[in-house]
């Protein structure tokens, strides 16, 4: 590779993690929103079926709820850290090349 390819790679490089850090911090940020929505939903839910089937139904919506949260949110917890740390990873190749270039 010619020091212009290097130096072209660098730029796309930071361009593009740059990109990837800031949609993975969007999704993030929706994922969160969405849980919280959804566990919303749930606790108006829990106590409409408590009004009108009884605790049993209730409980069942409760936990039905907090699983789907909690995988919602474990999912949006691992795919923006995943994403951070490809981002990063790319970060330090990036600074590698370009040590390397300077050689």
Same mark, same amino acid.
């Not at 089937?53 to 995988?71: D, F, L, R």
């Given at each position: 590779?010619?020091?212009?390819?290097?130096?072209?790679?660098?730029?796309?490089?930071k361009q593009?993690?740059?990109?990837?850090?800031? $949609?993975?911090?969007?999704?993030?940020?929706?994922s969160i929103?969405? $849980?919280?929505?959804?566990?919303?939903?749930?606790?108006?839910?829990?106590?409409?079926?408590?009004?009108?089937?009884?605790?049993?139904?209730?409980?069942?919506?409760?936990?039905?709820?907090?699983?789907?949260?909690?995988?919602?949110?474990?999912?949006? $917890?691992l795919a923006?850290?995943?994403?951070?740390?490809? $981002?990063?990873?790319?970060?330090?190749?990036?600074?590698?090349?370009?040590?390397?270039?300077?050689?």
């Amino acid at each position: 590779m010619t020091n212009e390819e290097i130096t072209e790679l660098m730029v796309k490089g930071k361009q593009d993690g740059a990109q990837l850090y800031t $949609v993975a911090n969007a999704l993030y940020k929706v994922s969160i929103i969405f $849980v919280a929505v959804i566990g919303l939903a749930g606790f108006f839910l829990f106590f409409i079926t408590f009004g009108s089937s009884g605790i049993g139904p209730a409980i069942a919506v409760a936990i039905g709820t907090a699983t789907i949260c909690a995988i919602g949110y474990a999912f949006a $917890v691992l795919a923006y850290n995943g994403a951070k740390v490809i $981002v990063h990873l790319l970060f330090s190749n990036l600074a590698i090349l370009e040590k390397m270039k300077e050689k």
